[in-house]
DNA sequence: CGATAATTTGACCGATTGGTAAAAGCTTAC
DNA sequence: GTAAGCTTTTACCAATCGGTCAAATTATCG
């Protein structure tokens, strides 16, 4: 007659562990794909390989998975934005940034597009995260990089529209992959265009924000 | 005892045409608000005003409605990168274009929302299209590309990739409009904003894309 | 071992889903 | 006007949805 999340111990157990980290992928799965509205719990307990009401033992509800998988995404998605480093040489961090964002793109698709869908559709359950962690983040970098133009080490610029286009142009590779391979074809779409991207966007932005 | 869609006389109604471009604007709301999955046909019967069955008389499925609308909407959407014109002087083309884009992401953001969910979702719907029509234009545009950056007109770049970053930093402002205005604040977030990018992302690529 | 707590299952619920059938109501051309 | 065809509605269906419940099963610990 336990109560869900071991009321009585306190302590998470052994299973806990394993069976809510493999729900949490699962839905990570699930959700990137077809997004919140889209996915159902039947879907997530199919590919975390156990029944819905075992499912449902763990998480109250699909909003409790989603909320808690959002939250526990978002904080190693703006790591390389934190990581911006307003000490450093403006060319440098600025590459680097482009650099880390693809490799993101790269490498966590899913995390990119469970966002995605999320924004996309209105952000109904991250709207607070944006006004207020996110808002206070991209702020302080936004200075960084106006005191960077200031001091004539890049070009004057938006410093907020210059992160939004560092932004959308690296997370495309996510996205919209299934677009960027049908437009690039069979023979270009292999794992060099990471590498091609990488050259086309660093070059764009280091030279578009070259002073002059 | 009438067969949907006039099977007997052939030619469409007047109310034919008024009922059906009520649908599609409804479905337009909101399939690209909550993705083809997320969309049920009582929100567009709801929002067209009519009963699920009425609706259902001109659009067998959901599906049909959803296929259809993209169908008339892809033309216009790929209009801009039509336009794109090789006789052109390399620095206007891609400056016009950029514009363009711009002012359909502000005045047709649902279009490219209603692309962007199924991009995201992994394209069930229009793989052939973005393999077939989709791929043969940017192909086309991007040998002009290609043939100014040999020219020497603009820096030598990879076409493709210019293609994704400009689709990527425009289409941006309709796809996560909710996240920049929620980063842009209340007071940077009125219409401006699209002036404030159109001049950031007309720097970008034009210095970018200077020879030096 | 035995008991207590944690986990899993199967059966089920009301609401919503996409879609159908048939008849009633309405237009239009003659 | 009237008949044929077009449109709309009402009532309905099976499948799926998110979620509950109680009982059965398994793990843990003294």
């Given at each position: 007659?336990a109560?869900?999340?071991?009321?009585k111990?306190?302590?998470?157990?052994r299973?806990q562990?394993?069976?809510?980290?493999?729900?949490?992928?699962?839905?990570?799965d699930?959700?990137?794909a077809?997004?919140?509205?889209?996915?159902?719990?039947?879907?997530?307990?199919?590919?975390?390989g156990m029944?819905?009401?075992?499912?449902?033992?763990?998480?109250?509800?699909?909003?409790a998975?989603?909320?808690q998988?959002?939250?526990?995404?978002?904080s190693?998605w703006?790591?390389?934005?934190?990581a911006?480093?307003?000490?450093?040489?403006?060319?440098?961090?600025?590459?680097?940034?482009?650099?880390r964002?693809?490799e993101m793109?790269?490498d966590?698709?899913?995390?990119?597009?469970?966002f995605?869908?999320?924004?996309?559709?209105?952000?109904?359950?991250?709207?607070?995260?944006?006004?207020?962690?996110?808002?206070?983040?991209?702020?302080?970098?936004?200075?960084?990089?106006?005191?960077?133009?200031?001091?004539?080490?890049?070009?004057?610029?938006?410093?907020y529209?210059?992160?939004?286009?560092i932004w959308?142009?690296t997370?495309?590779?996510a996205?919209?992959?299934?677009?960027?391979?049908?437009?690039?074809?069979?023979?270009?779409?292999g794992?060099?265009?990471?590498?091609d991207?990488?050259?086309f966007?660093?070059?764009?932005?280091?030279?578009?924000?070259?002073?002059?």
């Amino acid at each position: 007659m336990a109560v869900p999340r071991a009321a009585k111990t306190q302590r998470r157990t052994r299973i806990q562990e394993e069976k809510e980290e493999r729900i949490f992928e699962a839905a990570l799965d699930v959700f990137s794909a077809q997004g919140f509205r889209g996915s159902t719990i039947d879907q997530i307990a199919d590919a975390a390989g156990m029944s819905k009401p075992n499912l449902l033992y763990y998480f109250r509800t699909k909003e409790a998975i989603h909320r808690q998988l959002i939250d526990r995404v978002l904080s190693t998605w703006l790591e390389p934005l934190r990581a911006f480093d307003a000490e450093g040489r403006p060319e440098a961090e600025i590459r680097s940034y482009i650099r880390r964002k693809l490799e993101m793109a790269r490498d966590f698709p899913r995390e990119s597009r469970l966002f995605a869908n999320e924004v996309l559709q209105g952000a109904p359950h991250i709207e607070d995260e944006l006004r207020g962690p996110l808002k206070e983040l991209v702020d302080e970098k936004a200075e960084v990089i106006r005191g960077w133009a200031r001091a004539g080490k890049i070009a004057k610029c938006d410093p907020y529209h210059l992160i939004f286009s560092i932004w959308s142009t690296t997370q495309h590779y996510a996205d919209f992959d299934v677009q960027v391979r049908a437009v690039l074809g069979q023979e270009q779409a292999g794992e060099g265009r990471f590498e091609d991207a990488a050259r086309f966007l660093e070059q764009l932005f280091l030279d578009g924000l070259r002073v002059r």
